[in-house]
């Protein structure tokens, strides 16, 4: 058979594979491309930026867990205007597309990076709304509907690139926050980011990180990631790209039957620098031993039981 389809389009933007890498654990792509070739993956996303550079969180501000880790680095990044200076030149020399995670603790923080980021090339923009939202009683932006979609529709008004709403789990209705997402106009939604939780050093009394609390992330959230994916898949329109303890590709390959059109990996990156090449080889091979001719056919194709 030909070479099976492996491209997937969010608005006006098509990657070239489903394979992207997640925020916050691949940097800006340069330590990772002396190990592997950054052509190969569908998108890189950025660390996560904010207006001004941040120094993030005191330490300790990372936690082992069985099957994964606590995090608390706080955003730690050098700003958006040093991204644009030091990093975008490096990342355009490659064919994946490039993929600002944007960070704000108000909404106009959110407007302003997108106004400087817009003449930029920058492909898409994956709006982070699981960070404090000061003005508003320090909660997520994520927390509602209503917050989420007024948030979605501000950015939609003003952006040039399609733009990926990245959602938090810490909700009690995930189906609720995805809508709200898609009514303002998002190009797709990014699920799940971490989940909030804690670690207690039994010697002294504390939490072990200096913020108390974190955000788990690696392979122990992926059942849950799997099903936030299967629940959104039928309740929007609009491609989703599913996230949280991807390791191998029979990993990969639960998102997309639960209804991703793309994956981001994270966490496993510290263990295997590799992991995002070997899938992106594993998934080529896996359609043609499968004769599977477009990955398409593989998203949401979950058949349950009766």
Avoid: W
């Amino acid at each position: 058979m030909l070479k099976p389809n492996l491209s997937i389009t969010i608005g006006d933007v098509t990657l070239n594979n489903p394979i992207i890498t997640a925020s916050g654990t691949f940097g800006f792509g340069r330590e990772y491309g002396e190990y592997i070739d950054l052509n190969q993956l569908g998108g890189i996303a950025v660390k996560g930026l904010t207006l001004e550079p941040r120094l993030g969180n005191k330490t300790p501000r990372i936690a082992e867990t069985p099957s994964g880790i606590l995090n608390s680095v706080g955003l730690e990044n050098p700003g958006v205007k040093a991204f644009i200076k030091n990093e975008i030149p490096f990342l355009t020399q490659y064919d994946s597309k490039i993929i600002a995670n944007i960070a704000g603790s108000t909404v106009d923080d959110y407007l302003k990076m997108v106004e400087i980021l817009n003449d930029t090339l920058v492909d898409l923009f994956e709006i982070n709304l699981s960070c404090p939202n000061v003005r508003e009683g320090c909660l997520a932006f994520g927390s509602s509907k209503d917050g989420v979609y007024r948030v979605t529709k501000a950015i939609k008004e003003i952006a040039k690139k399609p733009i990926i709403i990245k959602l938090t789990p810490n909700v009690t209705d995930i189906t609720s926050i995805a809508l709200g997402a898609q009514e303002g106009g998002a190009d797709a939604i990014s699920l799940i980011n971490t989940i909030t939780g804690m670690k207690i050093d039994i010697k002294t009394k504390k939490p072990v990180l200096h913020n108390n609390t974190g955000g788990l992330s690696g392979p122990c959230i992926r059942p849950i990631a799997v099903r936030m994916v299967h629940q959104v898949y039928q309740t929007v329109d609009i491609p989703i790209i599913g996230m949280g303890g991807i390791t191998n590709l029979e990993d990969a390959l639960e998102f997309f039957i639960a209804g991703a059109s793309a994956v981001m990996i994270g966490t496993y990156h510290f263990m295997d620098p590799y992991v995002s090449e070997k899938v992106t080889i594993d998934l080529l091979k896996y359609l043609v031993d499968n004769n599977i001719s477009d990955i398409k056919q593989l998203i949401g194709s979950l058949i349950l039981h009766e």
